[in-house]
Structure formats: C-alpha cells, structure tokens
C-alpha cells in the first residue's frame, strides 16, 4: 500500500503509516487510501481503516493483576539459648556477685557502675580498670537491660562484647563481665503473699 501522507510504501493492513506515523484513512466504498474527509472519487466519507474492520480484531485484554508470593524473611542468626524471664515485677532485684572478691551488690533500676559515678561507686573506686561511669542496669515489663556508657575497657556478656549504648537483656543465672571484674546476675524476688488462702 502507499501512504497518501508520505507516499511511502506500507504493509498492507497497516492502521498506521510506519514512515510518518499517519492514521490512515479509507473510503468505505472504493476501499482506497486518501488523505482529508471525502474520497476524491465517489465522494465518500473515509474512515479510519480500524473503523472499517468494523471492531474485528479483538480489542486487547487488560493485563491480570498478579499478586506477588510473600517472600519469606531471611533467617536471623540463632542467638545463645537462655532461659525466658517471666515479666518483671517493680519489686524484683538484681544481684551482682563476685564470691572470690566478696562482692554482692543489689542493683536497682537506673543504676550506674562505675568509679566515679552511681550509688555502687565505694565499692567500684578500687577498681581502676571500671570506667567513672561504666554501665547502666535498668529494668522494664520486659525484662532486665544493660547499657555500657562508652567504657575504657568495655563490658562483656555471654562472651560477646557489647557496643557502646546498646541495650542487651539479661537473664538470671548469667555472667556480665564490667572491664575484667566478673560478675554473677541473680534475680531476687522478694516474698510475696502468693501463697494466700483464696476464698471462692
């Protein structure tokens, strides 16, 4: 076929001109390509060539939604096995004990190990390896948490060295090493009145 636009050679069924991107346009009658609204033959009104097909060709389907496959998580890194703690009570303390230093220091909430620096400093002060303000111990419902304070030495737990300001859990019956002073963490649980008759 020729383009009426660009004269150029097109396949034939074309829709549009591959030269000049032209819709091309045809009489109804003659079937021949024009350019304008009539043919200059029969007068016909043309018609795009799509609207002589008459809407044969099957108009395309909208494409189907396919929804993803969830893709699992990678696998985290197993962590040391430890006990799970049950939620932590605002009664309950801490322990630190050292048995071949004679150490046992209850720690509350919020308290600071160091030198220079917490209400356990007399006891620290002789060890210079502890920072002036070494580490933090704090509890929430979830647990008990320790935070080293950016410490000279560092503190250790389960044999990994912790970051500064990181919060790490812990978990009773564990060892927490501040610079090179070991200690033993124990959970106290003060009695309570648990075991009270309850009348039904």
Not at 110 to 119: E, F, M, T, V
Not at 135 to 153: C, E, H, K, M, Q
């Amino acid at each position: 076929m020729i383009c009426p636009f660009c004269k150029n050679d097109i396949e034939k069924d074309s829709n549009f001109c591959d030269q000049c991107g032209e819709e091309l346009l045809i009489c109804p009658v003659c079937k021949n390509l024009a350019k304008g609204k009539r043919c200059t033959n029969d007068g016909s009104k043309l018609i795009t060539v799509r609207e002589l097909a008459g809407g044969t060709q099957a108009a395309a389907e909208p494409p189907k939604t396919v929804t993803p496959k969830p893709v699992p998580a990678p696998a985290q890194p197993a962590t040391p096995a430890m006990p799970s703690p049950s939620v932590v009570s605002a009664t309950q303390k801490l322990r630190l004990s050292n048995e071949s230093l004679g150490l046992s220091i209850e720690v509350s909430s919020g308290d600071i190990i160091g030198r220079k620096d917490g209400p356990h400093k007399p006891i620290f002060n002789k060890f210079s390896q502890i920072s002036g303000k070494h580490a933090r111990i704090y509890n929430d419902p979830t647990g008990w948490y320790v935070s080293d304070l950016g410490s000279s030495n560092g503190t250790k737990y389960a044999g990994a060295q912790l970051a500064p300001n990181a919060a790490q859990k812990l978990f009773n019956g564990t060892n927490i090493i501040f610079a090179n002073i070991e200690f033993l963490i124990e959970f106290d649980e003060p009695a309570g009145d648990d075991e009270k008759t309850v009348r039904l």
